[in-house]
């Protein structure tokens, strides 16, 4: 198979989709790969390097459209790829569709194959694509908190940790997931005061056997989440429904009952957001504030953190992507159930329902098409 790994162009992402030591595996598989020209660059791997790989450096993402069987990206193909695509070509990439239905349409439209990192999933019910990127974005979500907190940067002017004699912040992190509760470590070890909520009465037994003594786990209910906003001075949402649209939990008329200068950071953002106020946002212009409330909203964030996010996104997507090139989408449906729950747009039909739903389009289960 011809594998084109292409050079992202969504604002300020940095990671790329394959290594050369990916390039390298593949190329023991018998397969080709294109790399667009710079696209490594920004995680730290230069042309030179794909090129001793056993890589082609490519010029232009046409002609890696043009030739290649499957195209791998980090991020979804935006408005001026969507032309590029050809029919029956496999795209391996986040594609977050239930949140674009410009995009699920414009891939219905170009009949390829559409594969998503973020619906991938193990029988435990695990995302296997999604974990490496939730545990940075987890992670991250503290870190900008803490720096928005400054009221040189909007907030109301609390340092995270607090000191001697003085009472840290309070952090609210809804969702007890993997970004949860990375959140929940990075917030605990800085030594603020953590709730952490979940749904999942089993989960939360875990995570209360695993955190340390200040994290303090809650059941999730609007009630619950409505009186702790009234004393966050950081929320971080965390709530994702596999493939769906995620549901609003801070809404609207909560703003003005917290407090001035509070922040709240919207992991869920490229579902849609879990914050009724929430918006994408970037890293050059990563804030706006709404009633006095700081939001964080950046939808690629562990592109800010490039190297480490590529290394720990290829370490997961690589296996998959060589059962793919080496079988075919279709065996490699038939033989691995995990990647036939990849499938999202397929043949022009969408094949998973949480997008189906999303939009009202007829969802069509992909073992018809297999």
């Known amino acids: 198979m011809?594998?084109?790994?292409?050079?992202?162009?969504?604002?300020?992402?940095?990671?790329?989709?394959?290594?050369?030591?990916?390039?390298?595996?593949?190329?023991?598989?018998?397969?080709?790969?294109l790399v667009e020209k710079g696209a490594g660059v920004g995680s730290g791997f230069p042309d030179e390097a794909y090129a001793a790989a056993g890589a082609e450096i490519v010029?232009?993402?046409?002609?890696?459209?043009?030739?290649?069987?499957?195209?791998?990206?980090?991020?979804?193909?935006?408005?001026?790829?969507?032309?590029?695509?050809?029919?029956?070509?496999?795209?391996?990439?986040?594609?977050?569709?239930?949140?674009?239905?410009?995009?699920?349409?414009?891939?219905?439209?170009?009949?390829?194959?559409?594969i998503a990192y973020e619906t991938i999933q193990k029988a435990d019910g695990s995302l296997p694509l999604l974990t490496p990127m939730s545990e940075v974005a987890g992670?991250?979500?503290?870190?900008?908190?803490?720096?928005?907190?400054?009221?040189?940067?909007g907030g109301q002017g609390i340092l995270l940790a607090g000191v001697p004699g003085v009472e840290p912040a309070t952090v609210v992190?809804?969702?007890?997931?993997?970004?949860?509760?990375?959140?929940?470590?990075?917030?605990?070890g800085l030594g603020a005061k953590v709730y952490l909520l979940d749904m999942n009465l089993q989960r939360l037994r875990y995570l209360s056997d695993v955190m340390p003594a200040n994290c303090f786990l809650l059941m999730s209910s609007?009630?619950?989440?409505?009186?702790?906003?009234?004393?966050?001075?950081?929320?971080?949402?965390?709530?994702?429904?596999?493939?769906?649209?995620?549901?609003?939990?801070i809404t609207r008329d909560m703003l003005p009952t917290m407090k001035e200068g509070a922040v709240i950071v919207d992991v869920a953002i490229d579902q849609g957001g879990c914050f009724e106020t929430s918006k994408p946002t970037t890293h050059k212009n990563p804030t706006y504030v709404v009633d006095g409330v700081v939001h964080y909203c950046v939808a690629n964030m562990p592109g800010a953190v490039a190297k480490t996010s590529t290394l720990a996104l290829t370490n997961a997507t690589l296996p998959y992507a060589v059962?793919?090139?080496?079988?075919g989408w279709k065996r490699a449906m038939q033989e691995n159930?995990?990647?036939?729950?990849?499938?999202?747009?397929?043949?022009?039909?969408?094949?998973?329902?949480?997008?189906?739903?999303?939009?009202?389009?007829?969802?069509?289960p992909i073992d018809t098409l297999l």
């Open 2 to 33: 011809i594998v084109g790994v292409l050079k992202e162009i969504k604002a300020e992402e940095n990671r790329v989709a394959m290594t050369p030591a990916g390039v390298e595996v593949m190329r023991h598989n018998g397969h080709t790969v």
């Open 59 to 114: 010029a232009t993402p046409k002609e890696i459209y043009d030739r290649a069987d499957m195209v791998m990206h980090v991020k979804e193909p935006l408005p001026p790829e969507y032309d590029l695509i050809r029919e029956g070509q496999i795209v391996f990439t986040y594609l977050h569709l239930a949140a674009d239905e410009e995009l699920t349409q414009a891939l219905m439209q170009r009949r390829s194959v559409n």
């Open 139 to 153: 992670r991250m979500a503290i870190q900008e908190a803490a720096k928005y907190l400054e009221m040189t940067q």
């Open 173 to 188: 992190v809804i969702g007890g997931g993997v970004v949860g509760t990375n959140a929940a470590k990075m917030a605990c």
């Open 222 to 249: 609007p009630a619950t989440i409505r009186e702790l906003a009234k004393k966050a001075d950081v929320v971080i949402g965390a709530v994702l429904i596999p493939g769906a649209k995620a549901p609003k939990l």
């Open 323 to 327: 059962q793919i090139a080496n079988k």
């Open 337 to 364: 159930q995990e990647i036939k729950l990849g499938a999202n747009v397929v043949d022009g039909k969408v094949t998973y329902k949480g997008v189906a739903d999303a939009f009202g389009l007829e969802y069509v």
